[in-house]
């Protein structure tokens, strides 16, 4: 299983931009990061998914640099509807199609006014 | 919009009883994930399902927890007898990849609590 190390807790203030790190130093190749939010007793949900470089969506930026033993989150601008748990997720690549799925113990961020 | 539905919300039982969580994926879906979630730590894999074949189930603690996915569609997870570490949220996701993407849609879950 691959092994994740994210921050406990972050605060920003509203219109910041926010940066989530995860640590993932034995991922290869054809493995994927993917991040996910998370509010209380809710289910997570899906925020964006990367393999290498830099992706981008209507809500966040990863970026992936070339040894991949990290990955960065990047909200832009972020609101007091944004404080929630943010989870890694490293993907595995364990053969015809499969992966080995382990999420990190998240990162609380607080949104401060 | 499609949801993931679970049942039930919330489950009170005794140590040593067993219990039954039930998860209706995404129509269409054909992955369908089991995880648990202890509080304040990130969610665990307990069995992953293709179609109605297990994928992985290698952190599943088999003397005890069971799952089923018969038609490949609902699934069903199931701990007997339960213990009092098996008090968690109990999250139920599909998934169908799309492009490169491979996005897992979560259900609500289920809380367990273990007297």
């Known amino acids: 299983l691959a092994k994740t190390t994210q921050p406990i807790s972050m605060d920003s203030y509203e219109g910041q931009e926010v940066n989530i790190t995860c640590s993932h130093n034995?991922?290869?190749?054809?493995?994927?990061i993917t991040w996910y939010q998370q509010f209380p007793s809710q289910g997570p949900r899906f925020i964006i998914q990367?393999?290498?470089t830099k992706v981008t969506n209507e809500v966040a930026s990863l970026f992936i640099p070339a040894d991949r033993k990290s990955s960065t989150l990047s909200l832009p601008r972020v609101s007091l509807s944004d404080t929630a748990v943010y989870y890694c997720?490293?993907?595995?690549?364990?053969?015809?199609?499969?992966?080995?799925?382990?999420f990190g113990k998240g990162t609380k961020l607080s949104v401060i006014p | 919009e499609a949801e993931v539905a679970q049942s039930p919300r919330y489950k009170i039982t005794e140590k040593s009883q067993a219990v039954a969580f039930w998860c209706d994926p995404i129509?269409?879906?054909?992955?369908l994930y089991w995880y648990r979630q202890i509080l304040g730590q990130g969610p665990e894999l307990l069995v992953q399902?293709?179609?109605?074949?297990?994928?992985?189930d290698s952190q599943l603690p088999k003397d005890r927890f069971s799952a089923e996915r018969l038609k490949g569609v609902d699934s069903t997870l199931k701990i007997q007898p339960a213990e009092l570490g098996d008090s968690a949220m109990y999250l139920c996701?599909?998934?169908?990849?799309?492009?490169?993407?491979?996005?897992?849609?979560f259900g609500p879950g289920t809380r367990l609590t273990v007297l």
């Open positions: 996701a599909s998934s169908t990849p799309r492009d490169t993407v491979n996005e897992q849609f």
């Open positions: 034995n991922i290869a190749t054809n493995d994927y």
């Open positions: 990367g393999y290498k």
């Open positions: 997720l490293v993907g595995l690549y364990s053969g015809a199609g499969s992966y080995q799925l382990t």
């Open positions: 129509s269409g879906h054909a992955t």
């Open positions: 399902f293709q179609d109605e074949s297990v994928v992985d």
